[in-house]
Protein backbone atom coordinates (compact mmCIF):
# COMPACT_ATOMS: atom_id res chain seq x y z
CA UNK A 1 0.00 0.00 0.00
CA UNK A 2 1.17 3.62 -0.82
CA UNK A 3 0.80 6.68 1.94
CA UNK A 4 -1.14 9.24 -0.26
CA UNK A 5 -1.21 12.82 1.04
CA UNK A 6 -3.83 15.44 -0.31
CA UNK A 7 -6.17 18.03 0.83
CA UNK A 8 -8.21 20.48 0.03
CA UNK A 9 -6.76 23.24 1.27
CA UNK A 10 -4.11 22.80 -1.53
CA UNK A 11 -7.13 24.15 -3.90
CA UNK A 12 -7.21 27.48 -1.44
CA UNK A 13 -4.36 28.48 -2.57
CA UNK A 14 -5.40 30.99 -5.31
CA UNK A 15 -3.55 31.81 -8.07
CA UNK A 16 -6.42 33.33 -10.75
CA UNK A 17 -5.65 32.90 -14.27
CA UNK A 18 -1.87 31.68 -13.57
CA UNK A 19 -0.86 28.09 -15.20
CA UNK A 20 -0.16 26.99 -11.54
CA UNK A 21 -3.68 27.17 -10.39
CA UNK A 22 -6.40 25.00 -8.09
CA UNK A 23 -7.43 22.93 -11.71
CA UNK A 24 -4.56 21.21 -11.58
CA UNK A 25 -5.34 18.84 -8.20
CA UNK A 26 -8.98 19.06 -9.41
CA UNK A 27 -8.18 17.07 -12.50
CA UNK A 28 -5.93 14.69 -10.53
CA UNK A 29 -8.18 14.45 -7.91
CA UNK A 30 -11.39 13.39 -10.33
CA UNK A 31 -9.39 10.63 -12.35
CA UNK A 32 -7.64 9.04 -9.01
CA UNK A 33 -11.43 8.55 -7.81
CA UNK A 34 -12.61 7.49 -11.21
CA UNK A 35 -10.33 5.07 -10.87
CA UNK A 36 -10.43 4.01 -7.81
CA UNK A 37 -6.68 4.99 -6.66
CA UNK A 38 -7.09 6.78 -4.28
CA UNK A 39 -8.99 4.45 -2.22
CA UNK A 40 -5.97 1.93 -2.60
CA UNK A 41 -3.87 4.16 -0.78
CA UNK A 42 -3.40 4.81 3.10
CA UNK A 43 -4.38 8.35 3.56
CA UNK A 44 -3.48 9.73 6.82
CA UNK A 45 -4.23 12.31 8.86
CA UNK A 46 -1.04 14.89 9.22
CA UNK A 47 -0.40 18.37 10.38
CA UNK A 48 1.49 21.41 8.41
CA UNK A 49 5.26 22.00 8.88
CA UNK A 50 6.05 23.50 12.27
CA UNK A 51 8.40 26.50 11.94
CA UNK A 52 11.73 23.81 13.15
CA UNK A 53 11.25 22.22 10.36
CA UNK A 54 10.74 24.92 8.09
CA UNK A 55 13.79 26.17 9.54
CA UNK A 56 15.71 23.14 8.37
CA UNK A 57 15.66 25.04 4.95
CA UNK A 58 14.44 28.38 5.20
CA UNK A 59 15.53 31.51 7.08
CA UNK A 60 13.44 32.78 9.14
CA UNK A 61 13.04 36.07 7.36
CA UNK A 62 11.47 34.17 4.40
CA UNK A 63 9.43 32.13 6.42
CA UNK A 64 8.29 35.40 7.61
CA UNK A 65 7.79 37.04 4.38
CA UNK A 66 5.40 34.59 2.63
CA UNK A 67 3.53 34.37 5.88
CA UNK A 68 2.81 38.66 5.97
CA UNK A 69 2.05 38.84 2.46
CA UNK A 70 -0.62 36.05 2.71
CA UNK A 71 -2.24 37.50 6.01
CA UNK A 72 -2.34 40.77 4.25
CA UNK A 73 -4.09 39.14 1.83
CA UNK A 74 -1.46 38.23 -0.99
CA UNK A 75 0.32 39.67 -3.62
CA UNK A 76 2.81 38.90 -6.45
CA UNK A 77 6.20 37.73 -5.26
CA UNK A 78 7.73 38.14 -8.75
CA UNK A 79 6.25 38.25 -12.48
CA UNK A 80 5.45 34.06 -12.13
CA UNK A 81 4.58 33.45 -8.45
CA UNK A 82 1.51 34.50 -6.72
CA UNK A 83 0.45 34.14 -2.98
CA UNK A 84 -3.65 35.02 -1.71
CA UNK A 85 -4.70 34.71 1.47
CA UNK A 86 -4.65 31.06 2.30
CA UNK A 87 -1.27 30.17 0.40
CA UNK A 88 1.17 30.41 3.67
CA UNK A 89 -1.63 27.62 5.39
CA UNK A 90 -1.29 25.73 1.82
CA UNK A 91 2.23 25.63 1.60
CA UNK A 92 3.01 24.71 4.94
CA UNK A 93 0.34 21.75 4.88
CA UNK A 94 1.75 20.81 2.05
CA UNK A 95 5.57 20.97 3.48
CA UNK A 96 3.72 19.17 6.28
CA UNK A 97 2.68 16.37 4.03
CA UNK A 98 6.10 15.68 3.26
CA UNK A 99 7.55 15.48 6.49
CA UNK A 100 4.60 12.92 7.39
CA UNK A 101 5.53 11.08 4.78
CA UNK A 102 9.45 10.91 5.45
CA UNK A 103 8.58 10.05 8.55
CA UNK A 104 6.27 7.25 8.07
CA UNK A 105 8.12 5.93 5.27
CA UNK A 106 11.68 5.71 7.28
CA UNK A 107 9.85 4.38 9.74
CA UNK A 108 8.56 1.61 7.42
CA UNK A 109 4.84 2.06 7.95
CA UNK A 110 4.53 2.01 4.32
CA UNK A 111 7.37 1.18 1.55
CA UNK A 112 5.87 4.20 -0.58
CA UNK A 113 4.49 7.49 -0.54
CA UNK A 114 3.09 10.21 -2.97
CA UNK A 115 2.13 13.68 -1.54
CA UNK A 116 -0.53 15.55 -4.02
CA UNK A 117 0.19 19.09 -3.42
CA UNK A 118 0.51 22.57 -4.25
CA UNK A 119 1.74 25.10 -4.48
CA UNK A 120 5.25 23.45 -5.75
CA UNK A 121 8.49 23.66 -4.19
CA UNK A 122 11.83 22.96 -6.34
CA UNK A 123 12.89 26.35 -7.28
CA UNK A 124 12.52 27.68 -3.84
CA UNK A 125 16.12 28.70 -2.38
CA UNK A 126 16.50 28.90 1.43
CA UNK A 127 15.68 32.73 1.87
CA UNK A 128 13.63 32.89 -1.82
CA UNK A 129 10.08 32.26 -3.59
CA UNK A 130 10.40 32.21 -7.21
CA UNK A 131 9.20 29.52 -10.24
CA UNK A 132 5.53 29.59 -9.07
CA UNK A 133 7.17 27.89 -5.21
CA UNK A 134 7.01 29.12 -1.39
CA UNK A 135 9.15 26.30 0.26
CA UNK A 136 11.00 24.08 -0.65
CA UNK A 137 8.96 21.13 -0.21
CA UNK A 138 11.54 17.86 -1.26
CA UNK A 139 14.50 19.74 0.85
CA UNK A 140 12.35 19.89 3.54
CA UNK A 141 12.08 16.49 3.70
CA UNK A 142 15.89 15.69 2.90
CA UNK A 143 16.80 17.65 6.05
CA UNK A 144 14.30 15.66 8.12
CA UNK A 145 15.67 12.39 7.12
CA UNK A 146 19.23 13.53 7.66
CA UNK A 147 19.16 15.95 10.57
CA UNK A 148 15.75 14.51 12.24
CA UNK A 149 16.22 10.82 11.55
CA UNK A 150 19.79 10.60 11.02
CA UNK A 151 20.18 8.58 7.93
CA UNK A 152 23.22 8.82 6.27
CA UNK A 153 22.20 9.61 2.72
CA UNK A 154 19.88 10.75 1.27
CA UNK A 155 19.45 11.11 -3.03
CA UNK A 156 16.70 13.21 -4.38
CA UNK A 157 16.19 12.67 -8.44
CA UNK A 158 14.05 15.26 -10.59
CA UNK A 159 12.53 14.69 -13.68
CA UNK A 160 10.31 18.16 -14.12
CA UNK A 161 10.98 20.16 -17.32
CA UNK A 162 12.75 22.96 -15.12
CA UNK A 163 16.05 22.57 -13.30
CA UNK A 164 15.33 22.19 -9.60
CA UNK A 165 17.56 25.23 -8.84
CA UNK A 166 16.33 25.82 -5.30
CA UNK A 167 16.99 22.35 -4.15
CA UNK A 168 20.56 22.32 -6.14
CA UNK A 169 21.36 25.36 -4.47
CA UNK A 170 20.33 24.09 -0.85
CA UNK A 171 22.09 20.85 -1.21
CA UNK A 172 25.23 21.46 -3.32
CA UNK A 173 28.20 21.49 -0.63
CA UNK A 174 25.94 19.25 1.88
CA UNK A 175 27.46 15.67 1.26
CA UNK A 176 24.68 14.06 3.05
CA UNK A 177 22.19 14.59 -0.16
CA UNK A 178 22.87 13.40 -3.02
CA UNK A 179 20.52 15.63 -6.62
CA UNK A 180 19.79 14.65 -9.51
CA UNK A 181 18.07 16.85 -12.33
CA UNK A 182 16.90 15.67 -15.91
CA UNK A 183 15.78 18.90 -17.23
CA UNK A 184 14.98 20.98 -20.51
CA UNK A 185 17.93 23.17 -21.63
CA UNK A 186 18.14 26.50 -22.29
CA UNK A 187 14.85 27.13 -20.15
CA UNK A 188 13.74 28.48 -16.78
CA UNK A 189 15.51 29.29 -14.41
CA UNK A 190 18.60 28.62 -17.01
CA UNK A 191 20.55 26.86 -14.32
CA UNK A 192 21.56 23.13 -14.18
CA UNK A 193 24.67 22.52 -16.15
CA UNK A 194 26.68 19.61 -16.42
CA UNK A 195 29.60 21.11 -15.13
CA UNK A 196 27.25 21.97 -11.72
CA UNK A 197 28.68 19.26 -9.68
CA UNK A 198 28.39 20.42 -6.05
CA UNK A 199 31.10 21.67 -3.46
CA UNK A 200 33.82 21.32 -0.99
CA UNK A 201 33.04 17.51 0.62
CA UNK A 202 29.42 17.24 -1.78
CA UNK A 203 31.63 17.33 -5.33
CA UNK A 204 30.34 14.62 -7.23
CA UNK A 205 26.61 14.71 -5.42
CA UNK A 206 24.89 17.15 -7.62
CA UNK A 207 24.38 15.34 -11.23
CA UNK A 208 22.54 17.51 -13.98
CA UNK A 209 21.37 15.70 -17.35
CA UNK A 210 20.56 19.09 -19.55
CA UNK A 211 18.30 17.87 -22.33
CA UNK A 212 17.90 19.41 -26.08
CA UNK A 213 14.31 19.77 -27.38
CA UNK A 214 14.02 17.12 -29.53
CA UNK A 215 15.87 14.48 -27.91
CA UNK A 216 13.86 11.32 -28.08
CA UNK A 217 11.69 10.11 -25.12
CA UNK A 218 13.87 6.72 -25.30
CA UNK A 219 17.26 8.22 -24.88
CA UNK A 220 15.67 10.53 -21.99
CA UNK A 221 14.39 7.71 -20.28
CA UNK A 222 17.65 5.48 -20.78
CA UNK A 223 20.27 8.36 -19.16
CA UNK A 224 17.72 8.75 -16.57
CA UNK A 225 17.84 5.48 -15.77
CA UNK A 226 21.90 5.17 -16.39
CA UNK A 227 22.12 8.49 -14.05
CA UNK A 228 20.44 7.09 -11.29
CA UNK A 229 21.96 3.85 -11.32
CA UNK A 230 25.28 5.34 -11.47
CA UNK A 231 24.33 8.36 -8.40
CA UNK A 232 23.12 5.48 -6.01
CA UNK A 233 25.91 2.99 -6.62
CA UNK A 234 28.26 5.82 -5.62
CA UNK A 235 26.33 7.14 -2.74
CA UNK A 236 24.18 4.19 -1.01
CA UNK A 237 21.34 6.06 -0.30
CA UNK A 238 18.67 5.41 2.34
CA UNK A 239 15.82 6.61 0.96
CA UNK A 240 14.79 7.75 -2.40
CA UNK A 241 13.03 10.99 -2.58
CA UNK A 242 11.46 12.08 -6.21
CA UNK A 243 10.18 15.77 -7.00
CA UNK A 244 7.40 14.64 -9.53
CA UNK A 245 7.03 16.94 -12.53
CA UNK A 246 4.97 16.47 -15.08
CA UNK A 247 5.54 19.34 -17.32
CA UNK A 248 7.84 17.17 -19.96
CA UNK A 249 4.59 15.86 -21.09
CA UNK A 250 4.56 16.91 -24.96
CA UNK A 251 1.31 18.34 -24.50
CA UNK A 252 2.58 20.77 -21.67
CA UNK A 253 2.10 24.07 -22.23
CA UNK A 254 4.99 25.68 -20.78
CA UNK A 255 7.83 23.32 -20.92
CA UNK A 256 7.52 19.71 -22.71
CA UNK A 257 9.77 17.51 -23.84
CA UNK A 258 7.77 15.02 -26.16
CA UNK A 259 7.27 12.51 -23.39
CA UNK A 260 3.71 10.83 -22.92
CA UNK A 261 1.86 9.34 -19.92
CA UNK A 262 2.87 6.22 -20.37
CA UNK A 263 6.51 7.56 -20.42
CA UNK A 264 6.32 8.37 -16.79
CA UNK A 265 5.07 4.70 -15.94
CA UNK A 266 8.69 3.48 -17.35
CA UNK A 267 10.45 6.31 -16.30
CA UNK A 268 8.85 5.45 -12.58
CA UNK A 269 9.38 1.97 -13.17
CA UNK A 270 13.15 2.82 -13.33
CA UNK A 271 12.90 4.47 -10.17
CA UNK A 272 11.75 2.03 -8.42
CA UNK A 273 14.45 -0.45 -9.58
CA UNK A 274 16.60 1.84 -7.59
CA UNK A 275 14.43 2.04 -4.59
CA UNK A 276 14.82 -1.78 -4.20
CA UNK A 277 18.35 -1.96 -4.95
CA UNK A 278 19.80 0.76 -2.46
CA UNK A 279 16.67 1.86 -0.57
CA UNK A 280 14.75 -1.03 0.56
CA UNK A 281 12.02 0.07 -1.92
CA UNK A 282 11.56 3.44 0.18
CA UNK A 283 10.61 6.10 -1.75
CA UNK A 284 8.77 9.43 -0.96
CA UNK A 285 7.44 11.41 -4.05
CA UNK A 286 6.34 14.90 -4.47
CA UNK A 287 4.31 16.71 -7.24
CA UNK A 288 6.24 19.64 -9.07
CA UNK A 289 5.04 20.92 -12.25
CA UNK A 290 2.65 19.95 -15.00
CA UNK A 291 0.26 22.49 -15.99
CA UNK A 292 -2.20 20.81 -18.79
CA UNK A 293 -4.58 19.60 -16.21
CA UNK A 294 -5.73 16.00 -18.80
CA UNK A 295 -2.18 15.46 -19.23
CA UNK A 296 -1.32 15.72 -15.68
CA UNK A 297 -4.12 13.81 -14.59
CA UNK A 298 -3.47 10.91 -16.39
CA UNK A 299 0.45 11.04 -15.93
CA UNK A 300 -0.06 10.49 -12.05
CA UNK A 301 -2.20 8.00 -12.34
CA UNK A 302 0.19 6.01 -13.63
CA UNK A 303 2.85 7.28 -11.23
CA UNK A 304 0.72 6.15 -8.56
CA UNK A 305 -0.21 2.83 -9.96
CA UNK A 306 2.92 2.12 -10.26
CA UNK A 307 3.75 2.91 -7.34
CA UNK A 308 0.92 0.95 -5.74
CA UNK A 309 2.08 -2.15 -7.84
CA UNK A 310 5.47 -2.20 -6.62
CA UNK A 311 4.88 -1.57 -3.13
Request: aromatic share 8%; proline share 4%.
Amino acid sequence: MTLFYYDYLFQEHETGEHPENPGRLAAVMRRLNFLGLDALCHRPAWEPASMEQLRLVHTADHIQAVRSLSERGGGAVDEDTVVSLRSYDAATLGAGAVADAVQRVVAGEDKTAFCLIRPPGHHATCDRAMGFCLFNNIAIGARIATQTLGLEHVMIVDFDVHHGNGTQDIFYADPRVSFLSMHRSPLYPYSGMEDETGIGEASGMTLNLPIEFGTSAEIQRQRFRDAMFSLAEKNAPQLLLVSAGFDSHRLDPIGSLGLSSEDFTLITQDIVSVAKQYTDGRIVSVLEGGYNPHALAESVSNHLETLLEES
